[in-house]
């Protein structure tokens, strides 16, 4: 099996109830994640353990169905895929594999957080990925979207 991680972390000046409630919705994901164009079945949030909604690229040809599997506010939150990896809208096609994606929220001082998001790419040898899947483990990625949950977060905080 081959396993490609990729880490990173951003201090926001919000406590972790604030950065945790933001980020674990999906509905902003289409915000703030790059290539994350269309958020569906999303139930009710804040999600509960074993709640599961699907995403989508901008050709909305490639979905991801997503199960919750941690949910501890404000501390960690845990979501995987498994099975096929990007089937088409009737469950389709796709490759064998696994993604998990753990948020970590730690608080070094008042009214700061320390937002962790690991992501994990699991592929089985007799199924490889194409390697352009994997650009969504590309660390420019993942900073973009910290970029963008600090910018999401500082025009929130300046609405009245």
């Known amino acids: 099996m081959g396993i490609v991680t990729t880490s990173s972390e951003?201090?926001?000046?919000?406590?972790p109830e604030v950065v945790y409630d933001f980020v674990t919705n999906p509905a902003?994901?289409?915000?703030?994640?790059?290539?994350?164009?269309?958020?569906?079945d999303l139930p009710d949030v804040p999600l509960k353990v074993g709640d599961t909604w699907e995403e989508a690229g901008p050709a909305g040809d490639k979905v991801f169905t997503w199960h919750l599997a941690?949910?501890?506010?404000?501390?960690?939150?845990?979501?995987?895929?498994?099975?096929?990896?990007?089937?088409?809208?009737d469950g389709n096609g796709g490759r064998q594999g696994r993604i998990t994606v753990t948020y970590q929220f730690t608080q070094p001082g008042p009214g700061i957080t320390l937002f962790s998001r690991t992501m994990t790419i699991e592929s089985y040898r007799h199924a490889p990925l194409p390697a352009k899947f994997f650009l969504?483990?590309?660390?420019a990625n993942i900073d973009a979207y910290h970029a963008a949950v600090a910018r999401e977060l500082a025009t929130a905080s300046t609405v009245p």
């Open 10 to 15: 951003t201090t926001f000046n919000h406590p």
């Open 28 to 40: 902003n994901w289409t915000r703030t994640y790059p290539n994350s164009a269309h958020i569906g």
């Open 70 to 89: 941690i949910a501890m506010r404000p501390r960690t939150w845990m979501f995987n895929s498994v099975g096929l990896l990007g089937h088409d809208r």
């Open 136 to 139: 969504i483990v590309d660390p």
